[in-house]
């Protein structure tokens, strides 16, 4: 239901990604109108009706033009703006860029759309979507449990050669720099670092990191190494929680979004059980293979700020495998 009253203009960048389209959806439901970006599209080939048709849209979003190889292209969208979610980031995992390539743009956006928030004089607060992947690569073997004072180790991922790596860097950076930015020039900026993010979908893609979350069901065999022993967060907990973060005037630096952990066997006998019309792999055929961990992520800052998660393994799964049949992914 739509809240009377209205609550200013934020602006959201990235808008026709998975978390960036679903937090507009949020965003217009509590009363805030939208300013979203989107890649330029000269053709005008690009679909955004799953955003246009969005209840209070017609009234209260608008979209612009923006790219992160021209940082001024964002200022438009910036103008006025009580508030930014900062969600704009290349999805290259198979690095068909160099990781100096994709970082520079990155870090050259970044920086530009920092400033032209500093410059509007309405910014109350920025927040940046980082990545569990910016904490969880450390190179201390040691630890059972992350907090937010863990940083992933960048030269460490650059030798590493691992899939996905320019990501991890070009993310890892990229949060330091907006953290520093902020620092430096006394903007208020606060950062959430999501785990894997799960669930139902808005967008007409299949987002990444719902496709390899439903691994087990689409038989991908590749991707099995990430849910050896990871951690899920529903899609509409991190917007709620991008919303919580910006809405709360105590809230200050990084905060990690980590619903739920689980291992490949625990996965797979929950999927073979609640979804049986799918041949789900068995947990011994599972057992020997070699994990990328993303677990062990503690979420007690934003706890302990008052956030409360409200989806568990059940709703993440039954949501992505309804909006899959939806669109015609499986």
Known sequence: MEEENKKGTVCVTGGTGYVGSWLIMRLLQRGYSVNTTIRTDPDCKKDVSYLTNLPGASDRLRIYNADLD?????????????????????????????????????????????????NSKTMKRVVYTSSASSVIFNGNRDLDIVDESSWTDVELMRSLRVYGGSYIVSKTLAEKTALEFAQKHGLDVVTLAPTWIHGPFI??????????????IFGDQEQY?????????????????????????????RFICSALEV??????EFLSARYPEYQIPSADSLKDIEPVTMSGLSSKKLLEA??????????????????CKQKGFL
Request: with cysteine; glycine share 6%.
């Open 263 to 268: 291992t490949i066997d625990k996965l797979s």
């Open 203 to 216: 967008c007409p893609q299949l987002p990444d990191s719902v496709r390899i979350s439903l691994a087990l």
């Open 306 to 323: 008052g956030f409360k998660y409200q989806f568990g393994l059940d709703e993440i799964f039954d949501g992505a495998i309804e909006s």
């Open 70 to 118: 021209k940082p001024d292209s964002f200022n438009a969208a910036i103008e006025g703006c009580i508030g930014l979610f900062h969600l704009a980031h290349p999805l290259d995992f198979e690095d068909k860029e160099t990781e100096e390539t994709k970082t520079k743009r990155v870090l050259s956006g970044l920086l530009g759309i920092l400033q032209a928030c500093l």
């Open 225 to 253: 190494k990430f849910l050896v022993d990871t951690s899920f967060v529903h899609v509409d907990d991190v917007a709620m929680a991008h919303i919580f973060l910006f809405e709360n005037p105590n809230a200050k630096g």
